[in-house]
């Protein structure tokens, strides 16, 4: 059972910010998303997902996306964002959840 995080208090208003964020928008995500610009068809584990602003740009470029974050609420609301568009996504152990885990490339 996951336990209640921080970030489940105000999981949307950090989303909100994030979204646009001079760090986040314009930074941090362009960055990560030239590290592989070919990632069609790869699996990609996104640690630390939150609402899966990253997970839907990766989504976009045809990988698989699986995401890991501890707060519940981000999860629900990365679940929202990309629904049943091959992201899939976990707010507990690691290791439990993917036990055969093969991907890619690891980001967070």
Do not use: K
């Amino acid at each position: 059972m996951a336990t209640e995080t921080n970030y489940d208090d105000f999981a949307q208003d950090y989303s909100d910010e994030n979204e646009s964020s001079l760090l986040n928008a314009y930074y941090e995500r362009p960055a990560m998303l030239e590290l592989d610009r070919d990632v069609a068809g790869r699996r990609i584990l996104d640690i630390g997902c939150g609402s899966g602003p990253l997970a839907a740009a990766l989504v976009e470029r045809g990988a698989r996306v699986e995401g890991f974050d501890s707060s519940v609420a981000m999860i629900n609301l990365a679940q929202r964002r990309l629904g049943e568009s091959g992201f899939g996504c976990a707010s507990r152990g690691l290791r439990n959840i993917f036990p055969t885990l093969r991907t890619h490339l690891m980001m967070w």
